[in-house]
């Protein structure tokens, strides 16, 4: 059921034209004419939900309800995640050690990481939740510390996708394929009370052949339609709450989408835009042109879901267009914020 004063999609998102959500015909027009113009053939299609309705979508060369993977944009579902485990307590604290859930992260010795130099050190002991989910775990990282620098990685966010999947008894490390897998744990918390439909696999970087694969690998990959990322971001947009159910804690999300404390704590301005799993906009150090409340799920391949709760907005893109897709973003986001009027 809808609350008072939240719309949300049943099976399919109900469509309204712009108007009918305060947004301007004729400046979302020129967004899908300026699309259709630079495609060159490429492909790409976007979505625009706005106060719970589907009031633009565009696309070329591929249709909105294909399955496309989600890339690193999937690392906020992480972040989602992380939130409900808490609140379940199968993880009691975001400061809660690694290690002391999933020891089998320390198991991978000099040669058998993902490249030379490259494996698991004594100080990888003091990981914590929070650091994984921020980026600033610094594990099997030469010279980074545990919480002191902001560096990107897929490994370490494996890592915590495994630590919290044994946790709910979803992985085994020595035997991958033999339980559901963190993939199907996000879909029975997330995916099916949303209504969405996306669905999952593991995949890899090309490694050694004996890297240890089933400790730090296995990306949890996942694949969805433009609507079930419209859906994603309709969830974080109300702070994880659908329809009438809190799915995720609100004080969780409002934290994950801003900069995280020890990224402002350690790491110089320019790199405050992260926080649990999600881009940032809070210090307007990402996109200054846009509003400071926004937040995104990006990946490779130019996948994002922002959202903007001050416009009761989101937009999402999965697969763009340009070359310089974190400018050309922004300046379709901000086209779009513009049709919003004053």
């Known amino acids: 059921m809808n609350t008072p004063d939240r719309l949300y999609p049943e099976q399919a998102w109900v469509r309204r034209p712009p108007e009918a959500t305060g947004l301007d015909a004729e400046k979302l027009a020129a967004v899908g004419q ?14 625009i939900i706005r106060h719970g309705y589907l009031t633009a979508e565009w696309s070329g060369d591929v249709a909105p309800e294909e399955q496309l993977p989600l890339a690193s944009a999937a690392k906020s579902l992480y972040g989602t995640m992380l939130g409900i485990a808490i609140a379940e307590g199968m993880i009691r604290s975001a400061d809660d050690r690694v290690v002391d859930y999933y020891p089998e992260m320390m198991d991978v010795p000099e040669g058998y990481g993902p490249k030379p130099g490259r494996f698991a050190r004594e100080k990888d002991r003091a990981i914590t939740f929070r650091g994984l989910i921020s980026n600033t775990s610094g594990y099997m990282k ?12 897929t490994f370490g966010m494996n890592i915590l996708c495994h630590a919290i999947a ?101 790491c110089p301005e320019g790199q405050w835009e992260y926080g649990y799993g999600f881009w940032t906009n809070d210090h307007l ?14 990946g490779a391949g130019n996948k994002r879901i922002w959202c903007c709760p001050r416009l009761d907005l989101v937009v999402a893109q999965s697969p763009g267009l340009f070359p310089s897709e974190d400018e050309s973003f922004e300046n379709l986001l901000r086209l779009v914020v513009e049709a919003c009027g004053p």
């Open 34 to 47: 300026s699309l259709a113009e630079n495609a060159n053939g490429q492909p790409y299609r976007v979505i």
């Open 166 to 266: 044994t946790r709910y008894g979803y992985y085994d490390s020595h035997d991958p394929e033999r339980l559901p897998g963190f993939g199907r744990l996000v879909e029975e918390k997330i995916r099916d009370p949303i209504g969405g439909t996306w669905t999952w696999g593991y995949t890899n970087f090309e490694l050694p052949p004996q890297a240890r694969i089933a400790i730090f690998g296995n990306y949890n990959q996942i694949y969805v339609t433009a609507h079930d990322m419209a859906r994603m971001g309709w969830l974080w947009l109300h702070r994880g709450r659908w329809q009438d159910e809190q799915i995720v804690p609100k004080a969780w999300m409002r934290e994950a989408t801003q900069t995280a404390p020890g990224i402002r704590a350690n």
């Open 285 to 298: 150090q990402l996109w200054p042109s846009l509003p400071c409340d926004s937040f995104a799920a990006l």
């Open 142 to 153: 030469p010279g980074e510390e545990p919480g002191k620098v902001f560096h990107y990685q």
